[in-house]
C-alpha cells in the first residue's frame, strides 16, 4: 500500500489558518480495519473545536481532521469480514477524513442504500446518530410532545427536524435567519422563530399553549443557556449537546426542582463503542434513509484544498445543512 496522498494537516491548535494541504503517507489497514477512498467528508462544528484544542477528546498533533465521510473500499485489513472492495460505504467516528484515503476500524463502516450520492451520505453519519440518541435515548422522546431545535437549519438541525418528525414530535425550530427558517418549514417544522427576536421564552409559551417544550436541544450554551431553562415545561428535559458561543453558561440547579426537570449531557462518542445503542440505532435510521423518508440536507461544498475556507464559512453562521468537503 505505497504511495502518498493529499490530507489537510494540522500541527498546532488554532483557527482556520492551522490548516495545511500536505503530502501524507497513503495508509494501510491494520488488522480489522478498512481502507477507503474518500469521495466526500462532512464538516462538523466539532471539526473546529478539535482543531481549536477545545473538543472534548485531547487533540494530539499533528492530526488530520475528519470524524465522517462516503467512500469506496479500497483494502481489508487481517480478519475483516462482511465487507468488499469496490463497495461504496460511509464511516464514522475517529478523525482522518479530511484526506484522500482513511483507515477506519471495520465497526465503524455503514453500508449505504444505493441512491444515496456520496455527498448526503457524508453527511449522515455525525448528525442522524446524535439526532437520535439526543431526542430517543438521552430525552425519551414521546409522540405529541414539543421539542425546541437551536441552529436548527444547520447539520444537526435538519437531521433533527426530520427525527423528531418520524418520532411524532412537534418542532419549533430556532435560527438565526428568514432563509433558515423558510428551510426548517419545509422540513416540516411547525413553528420557527428568530433566535434574535425579543422576548423569546414568550413566543416559546405562546406557541405551546403556555406550557413550554417538553426536550430542548441546547447547542449555543453561553448567556442563552439560562434563557433556554425558562423555555422547559413541567418534566421538561434540557439536553446539553454542544457550546457553539464557546462561553460558558451558568445555572441554579435547585431551579429544577419546582418543575421536576431534567439536563442531561448527549455526546455521540461513547454510544459509538456501546454496540446495543448502535444496533437500535442502526435498525431505527437505515430503513429511514433506505426509503428516502429522512435525507441529509447537503450544504456547500469545497474542495479539500479549500478546507480553510470551508471552516470559515461555517464559524460565520452561513451554512444550512452540512458542508462537504471534497478531495
Ligand atoms: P451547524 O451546521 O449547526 O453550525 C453551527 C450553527 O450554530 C450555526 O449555523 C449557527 O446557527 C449556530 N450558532 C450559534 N451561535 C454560534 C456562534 N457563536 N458561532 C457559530 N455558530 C453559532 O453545526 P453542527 O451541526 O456541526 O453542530 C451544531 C452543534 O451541535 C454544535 O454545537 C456541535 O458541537 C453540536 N454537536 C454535538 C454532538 C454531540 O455528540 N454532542 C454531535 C454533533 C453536533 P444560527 O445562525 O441559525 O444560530
Redesign the pocket.
Known sequence: MLGSMKAIQVRRAGGPEVLELADLPKPSPGPGQVLIRVEAAG????DI?YVAGEYLVRTRYPTVPGMEFAGVIEALGEGVEGLQPGARVAALGGSGAFAEYAVVPARSVLPLPPQMSAAEAAAFP??YF?AY??LRTQARAQPGEWALI????????T?SIQIAKQMGLRVIA????EE?LALCRRLGADVTLL?TQDNLVEAVRNATEGKGVDILME????AGFAQSLKMLAYRGRLLV??????EMAQMYPVGLMKGNQSVIG????PFLSDPAEMQAAVAFLMPLVASGQIRPVV?ERFKLEEAAEAFRF??????T???ILQP
Open positions: 464538516l462538523n462544528f466539532a473545536l455525525v448528525s446524535t440518541f439526543a437551536q441552529a436548527a437549519a444547520g447539520a444537526l438541525g437531521a430556532l435560527a438565526s435567519s433558515k433566535n447547542v449555543v450554551g453561553g449537546i454542544g457550546s457553539a458561543s464557546r448527549v455526546w455521540l462518542t450544504g461555517v464559524l460565520s453562521r452561513k451554512n445543512g452540512k458542508v
